[in-house]
């Protein structure tokens, strides 16, 4: 039983899962815009903010290649989108690296 705002709520198993996701979504989103904000509030060099874009670039790379392994039936021309832009912010990160 879910309880929002005083009201009771009864979710399926699969509705509390999306409440979880989206609340870890919200939760994920405000620790990275306070990493952010502390990190460039402390030093706002070309060495920390290259940081948080090679950070950024490496978590995208990450999250594409485990929807590619997940999805192995996806369309090929979707999966080939994901593989260029795994590419791209892999390429990004490197060439990042010499600010860092």
Do not use: P, Q
């Amino acid at each position: 039983m879910l309880i929002l705002n005083g009201n009771r709520s009864v979710l399926g198993n699969g509705d509390l899962h999306s409440v979880l996701d989206v609340g870890e979504k919200f939760i994920a989103e405000g620790m990275s815009w306070m990493k952010t904000e502390i990190k460039l509030a402390m030093c706002e060099k070309d060495a920390t903010i290259a940081d948080l874009m090679v950070d950024g670039a490496n978590m995208g790379v990450k999250s594409l290649s485990r929807y590619l392994n997940e999805y192995k039936a996806a369309d090929e021309d979707a999966k080939n989108i994901a593989k260029r832009l795994i590419a791209l912010e892999d390429a990004l990160s490197n060439d990042l690296r010499a600010y860092l």
